[in-house]
């Protein structure tokens, strides 16, 4: 019979593998997939692609019916360049009652408690189907858990209820906020400043476009929240200009200026409503300085985009961790996670995993093996529960 590994020993695995967002994931993944198939368990692979060197793996134990209960985790982790870490990174150290190493708090301990349960699913002879799922690209804006999910849809019975185990220390989260981030380029048309008034400045142009943002957060912070809104702080959708370029000299009108604005939603606030709010604002500014000069326009594309997780009313996902858990209290994060996208292609979804997200990207990031172990005991009652 094929070596069963305890949640430690895939740990130690998962994180040998430097599967850093803009790496291959791959050796990761056939990691994965064989382990699983010694166990019987059929893997399957999805490769991206527009990019060969990465993958997302899947599987499903039990009956071969919808409604199984998902357990939901990305393989990437962020860089490690310029952090000082005490020790190497891609082994798992053991210190003061700590397991440090990239990823082990973001979010590898999950993945491998995740790892273990579906075996461990597949020799208890669960009723309810138990799934896993292993995303890559996380880190850089959520963009490999959409298609991964399409193509789940297309192999597997549909599941019901998602576990995505970012780490919350093993408390239910329900909601989180959205995001999404558009990269604008405003192209003017140069003359020498004494006659700027037959150029266009672009970063002079720039300005009523970031000031618009300013209002926005303005007005937003005065409106009384929804009583979903009042669940996040700030309880109010936030606009905010992170960086910005552009000029040559004091006295050139501006050619080019480049800023990032991201929005953070409330739930209940769609992004439809405010991408088109920008870029009305966008194109009056254009219009403005193409009448000066036809050829000066403003190109906007989008660099990142992430749904928000409501809070379900009476959600299934939420009803399982919190009777597996006990915990009853009402949680919501500022990060965003693959959970809004789970819930987006309609599935029950929520955020249960070990570990403390202050810990996550952080030179020697670790998880307390207290935290682990309680992931374990989750992954117990877990399986236990399915076999009713
Ligand atoms: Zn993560």
Known sequence: MAMRLSPKNILDQLVSFPTVSRDTNLPLVDWVASYLKSHGIEPHIWPDPDQPHKAAVFAHVGPWEEGAVVMSGHTDVVPIDGQPWDTDPFVVTERDGKYFGRGTCDMKGFDALAIWALVEAQYAGIKRPLQLALSFDEEVGCTGAPPMIQAMQKVLPKGSAVIVGEPSTMQAVTGHKGGFGYDTHIVGFEVHSSIMHTG?????????????????????????????????????????????????????????????????????????????????????????????????????????????????????AEALVRSLTGDNASHVVSYGTEAGQFQEAGYSAVICGPGDIAQAHQPNEFITIEQFNAGHAFMEKLVERLKN
């Open 200 to 316: 266009v400045n672009a970063i002079m142009e720039a300005a009523p476009l970031i000031n618009w943002a300013n209002e926005q957060n303005a007005q937003n912070r005065t409106a009384k929240p929804t009583d979903i809104a009042a669940m996040f702080d700030p309880p109010w959708t936030t606009v905010h200009v992170g960086m910005i370029d552009g000029g040559t000299a004091h006295n050139i009108t501006a050619k080019d200026c480049w800023f990032m604005m991201d929005f953070r939603t409330v739930p209940g606030q769609q992004k439809a409503g405010w991408r088109d709010a920008y870029f009305e604002q966008v194109r009056a500014v254009e219009a403005r300085m193409k009448a000066v000069h036809p050829e000066a326009r403003i190109d906007v594309s989008e660099n990142f985009s992430i749904p928000g997780l409501a809070p379900e009313q009476d959600g299934e």
